[in-house]
């Protein structure tokens, strides 16, 4: 074993860069999780003893505290189902997290890499745990992998940032989603030539660009005369989306349907209206803002995740990683519901005295 007495105490960086593997693949050995080779793990290991790394030098400690600070960064609340994921962290801090997670909030102003790497570097300065929607962006991994040689354990929600050393990703798989999605326009529509418009929040947002991949290659695999006719960026902003969407429109044939990848959607429905058109709508998230738009017959479907389940799962898997406790696995998978207007579940009503 090395001495590393004189020298500051080795990463996970130098264990990587000794095992010649990716820091996202030496963060997965260090703690124990799953799909990496056995091969890989026994380089990871070895270079871990012949460094003298420890996972968490504090660890300890750490898992005897009375309290962890966690910070939530989210993009905008004025987004329905990201106001509501807030709400339910908020509640899950002190109900699964038993008061022991002390949580801050910081609302992005709009989905920015930048914004996102910087809030990242300033959460895991504060903090021991950071919980964020994710950009697929080099700026973002680069802080989240800085984050993890502190000690702090990232968790990605809703939108993942893979490859990056993240403790873990909580959300549906969204390519699954847009293969849902493909399946119930190509079926809705049943237009065997049919063009499809495709709304998305941003590119840059992981969840969206694999909902419209799933969608693209299922809609290819199970109705090949069908196809995208375009797709539009409303940054999950009614107005926006409402903009986007008349100029996609104007000029073009209608599409036999509209995909809904994002929020916004009550800005799509009023640019569809003003057109004339009525096509099948397949949208994504239950909230205030799409629940009447499924009641009215304005939306075919809606493609749904469970924001409380999601929240309380970031929870329980972070205090798992402060607190070293382990996880029923099968607790956390988060399941693609399907909604249509005949099997809404009740509107929740509101608070007594609000």
């Given at each position: 074993?090395k001495?590393?007495?004189a020298t500051?105490?080795?990463?996970l960086?130098?264990?990587?860069?000794?095992a010649?593997v990716?820091?996202?693949?030496?963060?997965?050995?260090?703690?124990?999780?799953?799909?990496?080779?056995?091969?890989?793990i026994e380089r990871v290991?070895?270079?871990?003893?012949e460094l003298?790394?420890?996972r968490?030098?504090g660890?300890?400690?750490?898992?005897?505290?009375?309290?962890?600070r966690v910070?939530a960064?989210?993009?905008?609340?004025?987004?329905?189902?990201?106001?509501?994921?807030?709400?339910?962290?908020?509640?899950?801090?002190?109900v699964?997290?038993?008061r022991r997670?002390?949580?801050?909030?910081?609302?992005?102003?709009?989905?920015?890499?930048?914004l996102?790497?910087s809030?990242?570097?300033?959460a895991?300065?504060?903090g021991?745990?950071v919980?964020?929607?994710?950009?697929?962006d080099?700026?973002v991994a680069a802080?989240i992998d800085?984050?993890?040689?502190?000690g702090?354990?990232?968790v990605?929600?809703v939108s993942?940032?893979?490859?990056?050393?993240r403790?873990?990703?909580?959300?549906?798989?969204?390519?699954?989603?847009?293969?849902?999605?493909?399946n119930?326009?190509?079926?809705?529509?049943?237009?065997p030539?049919?063009?499809?418009?495709v709304?998305?929040?941003?590119?840059g947002?992981?969840?969206?660009?694999d909902r419209?991949e799933?969608?693209?290659?299922?809609?290819?695999?199970?109705?090949?005369?069908?196809?995208?006719?375009?797709?539009?960026e409303?940054?999950?902003?009614?107005?926006?989306?409402?903009?986007a969407?008349a100029r996609?429109?104007?000029g073009?044939p209608p599409p036999?349907?509209v995909?809904?990848?994002?929020?916004?959607?009550?800005g799509l429905?009023a640019a569809?209206?003003?057109a004339?058109i009525a096509r099948v709508?397949?949208g994504?998230e239950?909230?205030?803002?799409t629940?009447?738009?499924?009641?009215e017959?304005?939306l075919d479907?809606?493609?749904v995740?469970?924001?409380?389940?999601?929240?309380?799962s970031?929870?329980r898997i972070?205090m798992a990683?402060?607190?070293?406790t382990?996880?029923?696995?099968?607790?956390?998978?988060i399941?693609?519901?399907?909604?249509?207007?005949?099997n809404?579940?009740a509107?929740?009503?509101?608070?007594?005295g609000?």
């Amino acid at each position: 074993m090395k001495d590393h007495s004189a020298t500051a105490a080795p990463t996970l960086l130098d264990v990587a860069r000794h095992a010649d593997v990716s820091l996202a693949t030496a963060d997965r050995v260090v703690n124990r999780r799953p799909g990496v080779r056995p091969a890989t793990i026994e380089r990871v290991e070895a270079a871990v003893r012949e460094l003298g790394f420890e996972r968490h030098a504090g660890a300890a400690a750490l898992a005897r505290r009375s309290g962890f600070r966690v910070t939530a960064i989210l993009p905008r609340l004025t987004n329905p189902f990201v106001a509501r994921l807030a709400a339910e962290l908020g509640t899950a801090c002190r109900v699964e997290g038993r008061r022991r997670l002390s949580l801050t909030l910081d609302e992005m102003g709009h989905a920015s890499p930048a914004l996102l790497a910087s809030a990242l570097e300033r959460a895991a300065e504060a903090g021991d745990a950071v919980i964020a929607m994710g950009l697929d962006d080099p700026a973002v991994a680069a802080a989240i992998d800085a984050a993890a040689e502190k000690g702090v354990h990232v968790v990605t929600l809703v939108s993942d940032v893979p490859g990056s050393a993240r403790h873990r990703y909580v959300g549906i798989d969204n390519r699954a989603a847009g293969r849902v999605a493909a399946n119930l326009v190509g079926r809705f529509a049943a237009d065997p030539a049919g063009r499809v418009l495709v709304v998305l929040g941003s590119l840059g947002l992981r969840d969206h660009r694999d909902r419209l991949e799933g969608f693209r290659a299922a809609l290819a695999e199970g109705f090949p005369g069908m196809a995208v006719a375009g797709v539009v960026e409303g940054e999950d902003d009614v107005d926006r989306t409402r903009s986007a969407v008349a100029r996609a429109l104007a000029g073009q044939p209608p599409p036999c349907a509209v995909y809904s990848a994002g929020a916004g959607t009550s800005g799509l429905a009023a640019a569809l209206a003003e057109a004339g058109i009525a096509r099948v709508v397949i949208g994504h998230e239950l909230t205030g803002e799409t629940r009447p738009l499924l009641e009215e017959g304005v939306l075919d479907a809606l493609i749904v995740q469970d924001p409380g389940h999601e929240a309380r799962s970031a929870v329980r898997i972070l205090m798992a990683a402060l607190t070293g406790t382990s996880l029923n696995e099968n607790q956390e998978r988060i399941r693609i519901e399907v909604l249509f207007k005949d099997n809404l579940p009740a509107a929740e009503l509101p608070a007594s005295g609000s």
